[in-house]
C-alpha cells in the first residue's frame, strides 16, 4: 500500500465510470478552510480574568486548508484549493495569498458572510493557543463542492480537514476514493469520523490530542496521552488504524511522527517511527499544515508512505523555525531538494 496510486486500475461500472484527465486538472486538490489569523506573541496564556499586554497584532493568511494548498503549491505541486472566503478585504488577502503561491482558485468562493477567522496566541517557546471563528468557511457546502466536482473527481491526491462541515467531507472523501484519488484526511480539529471517510482515508494524519479524540469518540471512554499509553505511541498508531482508516500518520511534534499501513491481505503492518529534524522552534503556528502539505506532494509524486513522512518532518521544521504559517513555508529550493 505504500507509494502514490496514479497507476491503479479503475472501477469501469456503470456508477463508478473513470474519469480522463484534461490537461488543466490538478493534480491535488485540497478541500477546506481559508482563514485570516490575527496573531499576538505573548508572555504567557491568560488566566482566567487575567489581562495581558501584546505587540501589534499581525495579520497573515491562514485556515487549515488554505496553509496545506499554499505549503503544497509552494513545494512544486500542481494544486488546486476548494472553499469559501467572504466578500471582504480579509477574503481578498486570502484570495490574492492563493493565487501568488501558484494555487488554482477556480474553486474558491467570494460569499455572503465574514471571512473566517483565527486568533492565535503565540508564547516565547514558539507554542500556540488558537481560537477559530468560521464565518464563511461553515458554507463550504455539498453542494458547492458537487458545483466544482471536475476539480476532485479524477485528482490524484485529495487533501480534506475538518474545519469545514463534517458533512462536506463525508460527501467528497468517499467520492473521490471510488475514483482511484488517494485521499489523505486531517483529522483536525478533533471530530469523530464517519466509517465511510475512516475507510477512504490513506493516510489519516492526526497530532496526539486528534488522537486520543479519535479513539475516546469510539470507544466513549477518556483515554491516557499517547505517550502514557500502553505501548505507547506506536500502540496509538494500530489503535487508529484498528478505526478502519488504510494508513495512519501520527504527528508528535518534537518527537517526530509515527506511521503504520495495511499490508496487501488488509493486515496491520508494524509502525515505524521517524524522529524530527532538530530545530528551534520559533513559531509552530501552521507546522502540521505545512506537513501535511508537502505529504500531499510527495505521495503525488510516487513516494512510499515512510519517504513521504520523511520529507514532511523535514517541510514542518523549516516552518517551525520560521514566524507565521503561509510565510514560513519553504519552497523546493529552500530545503536543497532536487
Avoid at 496510486?5 to 472501477?11: N, P, T, V
Avoid at 477559530?132 to 453542494?143: C, E
Wanted: aromatic content about 2%; proline content about 6%; glycine content about 12%.
Amino acid at each position: 500500500m505504500t507509494g502514490a496510486r496514479m497507476g491503479r486500475k479503475r472501477s469501469t461500472s456503470a456508477q463508478n465510470r473513470p474519469i480522463r484527465r484534461r490537461a488543466s486538472q490538478p493534480r491535488i486538490v485540497v478541500v477546506g478552510s481559508a482563514n485570516a489569523d490575527l496573531v499576538l506573541a505573548v508572555a504567557h496564556r491568560p488566566a482566567a480574568g487575567e489581562t495581558i499586554v501584546s505587540a501589534d497584532v499581525v495579520v497573515m493568511p491562514g485556515g487549515k486548508g488554505g496553509n496545506q494548498a499554499v505549503a503544497a503549491a509552494k513545494l512544486g505541486g500542481d494544486v488546486a484549493f476548494i472553499g469559501c472566503v467572504g466578500a471582504d478585504a480579509p477574503g481578498a488577502m486570502l484570495r490574492e495569498r492563493l493565487v501568488a503561491a501558484g494555487v488554482d482558485v477556480r474553486g474558491l468562493r467570494s460569499i455572503a458572510a465574514p471571512s473566517g477567522q483565527a486568533v492565535i496566541l503565540v508564547t516565547p517557546d514558539g507554542e500556540n493557543s488558537i481560537i477559530v471563528s468560521p464565518g464563511a468557511n461553515a458554507q463550504v457546502s455539498t453542494a458547492l463542492v458537487a458545483e466544482v466536482a471536475d476539480l476532485w473527481l479524477g485528482a490524484d491526491v485529495l487533501v480534506v480537514q475538518l474545519e469545514i462541515p463534517l458533512e462536506t467531507v463525508e460527501h467528497v472523501v468517499p467520492r473521490a476514493h471510488a475514483r482511484g484519488t488517494r485521499v489523505i484526511v486531517n483529522a483536525a480539529p478533533a471530530a469523530a469520523l464517519p466509517a465511510a471517510v475512516l475507510a477512504a482515508s490513506d493516510p489519516l494524519v492526526v497530532n496526539e490530542t486528534e488522537a486520543e479524540a479519535a479513539l475516546a469518540a469510539r470507544t466513549g471512554q477518556p483515554r491516557p496521552g499517547v505517550a502514557a499509553a500502553d505501548g505507547g505511541p506506536g500502540a496509538t498508531a494500530l489503535d487508529l488504524l484498528a478505526l478502519g482508516a488504510r494508513s495512519v500518520v501520527l504527528t508528535l511534534g518534537a518527537g517526530g511522527a509515527v506511521l503504520v499501513e495495511r499490508g496487501a491481505d488488509g493486515a496491520a503492518g508494524t509502525p515505524l517511527h521517524v524522529p524530527a529534524h532538530p530545530v528551534a522552534a520559533v513559531d509552530t503556528t501552521g507546522a502540521g499544515d505545512a506537513f501535511v502539505g508537502a505529504l500531499a506532494v510527495e505521495l503525488c509524486a510516487g513516494s512510499g508512505l515512510e519517504a513521504a513522512v520523511r520529507r514532511a518532518t523535514q517541510v514542518a521544521a523549516f516552518a517551525v523555525g520560521r514566524r507565521g504559517a503561509q510565510a514560513s513555508y519553504p519552497t523546493r529550493a529552500d530545503l536543497v531538494i532536487n
